[in-house]
């Protein structure tokens, strides 16, 4: 493409950048992804940036809503959805995958399209498949949309939790024992499937943690204490996703380390701790988002621990080619050992979400954290990098 086609920046065509925030989307955690969205339109520094929302429904159509943070919150544990904020039922909005335009269009039935304008930045706060996975980033990609956060490969591989951890031994990181259950495997044999699980159960015990491969914000994960319970925890987490992995216990502590990309390169956050919920099983989502169970910021670590998990999360996020922002967590073992579970591409942020309260100890607070990975996406061309 000659410069000439190239889309004009903000600055030369005298306004400020504008930004969308695209939130909600056809996943498990969508309404997490509403709550996030709030929070980010809240912070965003209106004197220096336009903003336009943008909510996917849980059906997939992409919808102009409010801009009104204050119906996105958690609210007698009831959750939002973007179905509640969007104006109207059947009204759409279309990006444009002309790298030359950057357009946006609002279509209602009937009605004459409607040009929203130039979109300079997308701020993606999706959760899970069809979004924080690589497919969002591939469209942007094509529409030449400078983003938030990572690219299509380091999406998907940290939305798999199965490649990820494969990506992560390759790079000598360690991580803990694990089968992971494909859909075919299922679908052909379950029994066998079934005595591969329970062999893995022999060789490392009971209990084991049975997860949806590529879901987040502990939606659809069951903690199996014997084989009693593996049929329904199966089910459970197939429910979310086909594909599903089976983790070993380990012992130890719950550590959660922030990595944001600077100018220079990425830099680590204080540490976190994720103690344990004694009204819960383990950190799953309502202790996470309903009954907003907090971690200990900073953890209580010696200095050595604390360099050394923040240069694992440092390792984990070049490991899978991240850019803007990871959340890496791990587990500290009863032997010393750092041990990686998996990193978030686009990690909460909400209120109560770790990420930001890890940099907001760290010496950068809310607004700050946002402002940065905005410009840090404006900086960033889209394409190969």
Not at 36 to 47: H, K, Q
Not at 151 to 159: E, F, M, N, T, Y
Request: proline content about 7%; glycine content about 8%.
């Amino acid at each position: 493409m000659s410069s000439e086609n190239l889309p004009q920046t903000p600055e030369q065509q005298g306004r400020k950048p504008r930004v969308a925030v695209v939130f909600g989307g056809r996943s498990s955690e969508h309404a997490i992804s509403v709550v996030t969205a709030g929070a980010v339109l809240r912070s965003i520094d209106r004197s220096k940036y336009e903003v336009l929302p943008i909510g996917i429904t849980t059906d997939g159509r992409w919808a102009l809503t409010a801009d009104e943070p204050a119906r996105m919150a958690i609210a007698d544990r009831r959750l939002p959805s973007v179905e509640e904020l969007a104006e109207s039922e059947d009204g759409a909005v279309v990006l444009s995958v002309d790298p030359a335009s950057r357009q946006v269009v609002y279509t209602e039935p009937g009605a004459v399209p409607k040009a929203l304008g130039e979109v300079d930045v997308v701020f993606p706060v999706l959760h899970g498949p069809y979004g924080e996975d690589g497919t969002l980033q591939g469209l942007l990609e094509l529409s030449g949309i400078p983003y938030v956060g990572s690219g299509v490969l380091a999406s998907a591989v940290g939305q798999d939790k199965d490649y990820m951890k494969r990506v992560f031994t390759s790079f000598g990181l360690s991580v803990g024992p694990y089968v992971t259950i494909r859909p075919r495997e299922w679908e052909a044999d379950r029994d066998a499937a079934t005595a591969r699980i329970l062999d893995f159960a022999a060789e490392h015990g009971w209990p084991l943690f049975v997860k949806p491969a590529r879901a987040g914000s502990s939606i659809g994960i069951t903690k199996v204490d014997d084989a009693s319970g593996l049929e329904a925890a199966v089910k459970e987490a197939r429910r979310h996703d086909p594909k599903i992995i089976v983790e070993a216990l380990l012992r130890g502590r719950e550590i959660e380390c922030g990595v944001l990309e600077f100018e220079d390169g990425p830099r680590a956050s204080v540490p976190a701790e994720i103690p344990p919920v004694s009204s819960h099983d383990f950190y799953d989502f309502e202790a996470k988002y309903i009954d907003s169970a907090s971690g200990i910021v900073p953890a209580p670590l010696t200095p050595e621990q604390t360099a050394e998990v923040q240069r694992l999360a440092i390792e984990a996020f070049e490991a899978a080619s991240c850019e803007g922002l990871v959340r890496a967590d791990f587990f500290l073992t009863e032997d010393g050992d750092f041990v990686i579970n998996e990193i978030n591409t686009m990690p909460g942020f909400t209120p109560i979400s770790m990420y930001p309260l890890m940099w907001e100890k760290t010496g950068i607070a809310y607004p700050e954290l946002v402002d940065r990975l905005i410009q840090a996406a404006l900086r960033r061309s889209t394409g190969l990098r």
